[in-house]
């Protein structure tokens, strides 16, 4: 049996018209990091308010360590909570804040002193240890909320949105703090985002939900170069895939401009004869402009105008459209193009995807 097991889970709301999470089953591994991602409101936090105890299921089990949790309470579960909304106690300070769940443990208060210190320092709280909330910033309530929750002793983690309010910088530290402290205690990990780079960089694997429904579940990279639909291709990766309407015969794919590209025979036969009309999905990375690329998919050379270029330093992400619709390329600083350039470009055939027009499933 799996650390933790989802059987079927709805969750519908006393007086809402549709469910909030529909037929959602998961297993989840002792000591495995997941992330559950998607736009807001599709339900993330409901599944996870469900685990912990604090939502009602409508329908459906839920097992934790090979127990049947539906009716026992939050306490009782042997879980460590990080809330969307933080939660503090306002009349503590930090530390009061942080120590107080380990003092309701009885926990010895000279290993309590040790965990709060370490957590403390961990998450930059240091000149903030004698405030209380209401004179913390947002991002600082947040961290006060994370070492409240990483001081305990738990065998499972969960995390809702534990850095959302954190500004850029601070939130890669504390991505990178929260995944080393994930290989040091072990701790099974359930981590709410809507941030698909967080969820790509933390989990061991992502569950990912459209309003209400699991999309796909797997290894980050899985997603990334494997996704089972249109939106799913659509979340992962930055900037997002480009996507045509095109007409496959044969080997020919004519897009709705008339730009034509000819797939290799390895592409056309893995979409196993299907033909005319398919949603075609390139990521930016694979339309290539270097002179190499171009060379060798010679025939198939496209250009357009460069209308938006982003600078990034390291690599470059160029806006055009192509095809009949908007498109973005990503280079490398070497092959600057600035707006209102002409660009030429090919797409790498063997990194194409196809999806169905009405069901959207990825063909390959
Ligand atoms: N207490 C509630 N009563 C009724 N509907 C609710 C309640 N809480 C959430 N919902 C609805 O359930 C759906 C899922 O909400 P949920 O909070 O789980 O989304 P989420 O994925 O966590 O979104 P976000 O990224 O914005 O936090 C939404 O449509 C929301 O409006
Ligand atoms: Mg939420």
């Known amino acids: 049996m799996s650390f933790i097991e989802l059987k079927n889970i709805y969750k519908k709301y ?28 599709c339900g993330k936090s409901t599944t996870l308010r469900m685990i ?45 804040n942080i120590s107080y769940g380990l003092k309701n443990m009885k926990v010895p208060s000279d290993e309590i002193k040790k965990k709060v210190d370490w957590a403390i320092k961990v998450l930059g709280l240091e000149e903030y240890r004698r405030r209380k909330p209401k004179n913390l910033s947002g991002g600082q309530r947040q961290r006060v909320a994370l070492g409240r929750a990483i001081v305990k002793d738990t065998k499972l983690f969960l995390m809702d949105e534990p850095l959302s309010n954190l500004d850029a910088k601070l939130r890669v530290s504390m991505r990178n703090e929260i995944s080393k402290l994930h290989r040091q205690i072990g701790s099974t990990t359930i981590y709410v985002t809507h941030d698909q780079v967080e969820a790509m960089t933390m989990a061991d694997r992502i569950v990912i939900m459209k309003d209400g429904v699991v999309q796909q579940v797997g290894k980050p990279m899985d997603l990334y170069e494997h996704p089972a639909n249109k939106f799913v291709a659509g979340f992962i990766g930055s900037p997002q895939m480009n996507f045509y309407d095109v007409t496959v015969n044969g080997n020919i794919v004519t897009f709705e401009d008339g730009s034509r590209i000819t ?19 390139i990521r930016g990375e694979d339309i290539k402009l270097d002179a190499q690329n171009i060379d060798l998919f010679k025939a198939d050379k496209q250009s357009a105008v460069v209308e938006n ?8 992400n160029l806006y055009f459209t192509f095809g009949g619709a908007s498109s973005v390329a990503r280079v490398s600083k070497y092959e600057v193009s600035g707006i209102g350039d002409k660009i030429e470009f090919v797409f790498n055939p063997m990194r194409i995807h196809f999806f169905d027009k009405q069901t959207e499933i990825c063909y390959i």
């Open 14 to 41: 006393p007086g809402a018209d549709k469910n909030s999470v529909t037929d959602v089953s998961l297993n989840i591994e002792e000591k495995e990091f997941i992330a559950f991602v998607g736009p807001s409101g």
């Open 52 to 96: 912990a105890g604090f939502e009602d299921i409508t329908s459906g089990e839920i097992y934790i360590d090979g127990q049947k949790m539906n009716e026992t309470a939050p306490k009782d579960r042997g879980i460590a909570m990080v809330f969307q909304n933080y939660a503090l106690y306002p009349h503590m300070t930090v530390e009061k």
């Open 263 to 281: 797939l290799p025979d390895s592409v056309t036969s893995k979409l196993g004869g299907r033909q005319g009309e398919l949603i075609l999905g």
């Open 309 to 316: 270029a982003e600078v990034m330093g390291n690599e470059n």
